[in-house]
């Protein structure tokens, strides 16, 4: 996806103040029928350079071969493209390692401009959003993921307004669909048929 440099090294500025690491686009066809947008880049993320390659990705993967598609047909990206993160002591060890953590609210701003403009390159018939951060980020800021799962939304979108520092609606309608993060599942077990529930919806919508 071609960006603007000026914006891609004002959202690597950003983020320069929090604790995180890396920096990780997106990647998928443009423009794109159908977008996702997840969490953030984990530690295997940053490493390779790609949106989801990790366990989470593993789980993404099976979730697309359900609904009958590849990585090739959806546009991947995240609420915010560097890894954050946290130190934690190893288990039996007094030795510290990072560890992933959610984004806060200050980081998801700090790429709030990044993402506004990757959807509006992409045009997206369809975006996909995957797990609370996404929810907030672009539909509902104090909103709750597990009172919409699965629903398909035709609602204006959070765009962030640099000179108020602000988000504000878009003045057109998009259709989202919010599901669960796949990495949900490695927490929570119990949700598993909820996941594949809100799948097959989704196929049913498209």
């Known amino acids: 996806m071609d960006l603007p440099e000026e914006v891609v090294e004002r959202a690597k500025r950003n983020i320069e103040p929090f604790d995180t690491e890396g920096f990780v686009l997106g990647k998928g066809p443009v423009p794109a029928d159908i977008m996702m947008v997840g969490e953030a880049p984990g530690e295997n993320e940053v490493y390779d350079g790609e949106p989801f390659t990790g366990r989470a990705g593993k789980e993404l993967d099976k979730q697309l071969s359900y609904l009958g598609w590849t990585r090739e047909d959806v546009y991947i990206t995240s609420a915010v493209r560097s890894r954050p993160y946290k130190w934690e002591k190893r288990p039996n060890s007094e030795e510290k390692r990072k560890a992933n953590r959610k984004p806060n609210k200050k980081e998801v701003k700090a790429h709030a401009e990044l993402l506004d403009l990757q959807i ?55 259709i989202v669909i919010p599901l669960y993060h ?22 049913s919508y498209l």
Not at 123 to 135: D, F, S, T
Not at 144 to 160: A, H
Request: charged residues 35%; hydrophobic residues 30%.
């Open 120 to 174: 509006e390159t992409a045009e997206p018939k369809v975006i996909l959003l995957l797990g609370g951060v996404a929810y907030q980020r672009l539909v509902d800021e104090k909103g709750k993921i597990s009172e919409v799962i699965g629903e398909r939304l035709e609602t204006p979108i959070l765009k962030y307004d640099r000179e108020q520092d602000t988000y504000i609606p878009s003045d057109e309608k998009y």
């Open 182 to 203: 796949p990495a949900a599942v490695f927490y929570n077990p119990g949700i598993r048929d909820s996941i594949y529930d809100s799948l097959d919806r989704l196929k």
